[in-house]
């Protein structure tokens, strides 16, 4: 090299600099293979058959995974309720804004929520965070 080359701080022998060429992580992650972000976005986004009712439709994988989960949500489960509010809130309520700004809620639908909050709060209290079985034994009595 250099014979005014001065070595020190971030300035290595030239011995140890890397070579042209030449990886400084030999062993690290071989070209073309994907990160799992990757991997995740391709699968979730492949298309597979579902049965909706009495036909077949074809939708993405990460439709039928949310599909999935709102069914589970309405028949009861407060698990898979925990689960999408909290992907609601997470997805569509970043920053503890409106997720939706253009109108306000009505009076209906802001009892309809406050209703709603109050019975899956009763529900896991009772349960100690099972199913929503308790909730209706208490409306059967």
Known sequence: MND?????????????QFRKGR?????GRPKGTKN?????TEELGEQILIKE???TIKISKQRAVIKS???????????????????IFRLMD???QAAIEEEPLSAYESETLAALKHRLLRT???????????EQKHHEQ
Not at 124 to 134: D, I, K, L, P, R
Request: overall charge positive; hydrophobic content about 30%; glycine content about 16%.
């Open 124 to 134: 896991v209290q009772q349960n100690g965070g099972g199913t929503a079985e308790g």
């Open 53 to 55: 009712g009495n036909r």
């Open 94 to 96: 970043p920053v503890g």
């Open 69 to 87: 989960l709102v069914a589970k949500t309405l028949s009861g489960d407060t698990r898979a309720a925990n689960t999408l509010l909290n992907m």
């Open 4 to 16: 005014n080359y001065q070595v020190g701080y971030k300035k290595p022998p030239s011995a140890h």
């Open 23 to 27: 990886s400084g992580n030999p062993a």
């Open 36 to 40: 799992l972000k990757t991997d995740l």
